[in-house]
Nanobody, 121 residues
Framework: QVQLVESGGGLVQAGGSLRLSCAASGRTFSSYAMGWFRRAPGKEREFVAA????????YYVDSVKGRFTISRDNAKNTVYLQMNSLKPEDTAVYYCAADRLFVIVDGYDYWGQGTQVTVSS
C-alpha cells in the first residue's frame, strides 16, 4: 500500500512557475513508477508526465514538453513536477499516481488527493 500526498499548488500569473511535490509513504518508493495527471474543470483527467522508478526514463504529454519537468528523489520518497511558463490552460487539479509497473499514461494503482493549480491571465 502506498499513500501519496501532493503539495505546492496555488495561484500564479501566466508565465510564472510552480513546483509540485508528491510525498509517498513506504520504504520501497524506488520500486514505483510515478505519474502526474491533471483534471481541468469540465474535462476528463489527462496524463501530464511520468518517471520510472530509477528516474532514468521520463515521458510528457506534448502540451507540456519544454515547460514541465518531472523528477524524483528516492531518498526523500518524493516526486516533483516543476512547471514553468505556465498558461491559463494549465489550470487544473493536479494528481500524482504510483504503480509498480511503468504504465506511463494509464493503469496506476495508487492516487493522491490532488492539489489545485490556477493560472491567471
Amino acid at each position: 500500500q502506498v499513500q501519496l500526498v501532493e503539495s505546492g499548488g496555488g495561484l500564479v500569473q501566466a508565465g510564472g512557475s510552480l513546483r509540485l511535490s508528491c510525498a509517498a509513504s513506504g520504504r520501497t518508493f524506488s520500486s514505483y513508477a510515478m505519474g502526474w495527471f491533471r483534471r481541468a474543470p469540465g474535462k476528463e483527467r489527462e496524463f501530464v508526465a511520468a518517471i520510472s522508478g530509477s528516474g532514468g526514463s521520463t515521458y510528457y504529454v506534448d502540451s507540456v514538453k519544454g515547460r514541465f519537468t518531472i523528477s524524483r528523489d528516492n531518498a526523500k520518497n518524493t516526486v516533483y513536477l516543476q512547471m514553468n511558463s505556465l498558461k491559463p490552460e494549465d489550470t487544473a487539479v493536479y494528481y500524482c499516481a504510483a504503480d509498480r509497473l511503468f504504465v506511463i499514461v494509464d493503469g496506476y494503482d495508487y492516487w493522491g488527493q490532488g492539489t489545485q493549480v490556477t493560472v491567471s491571465s
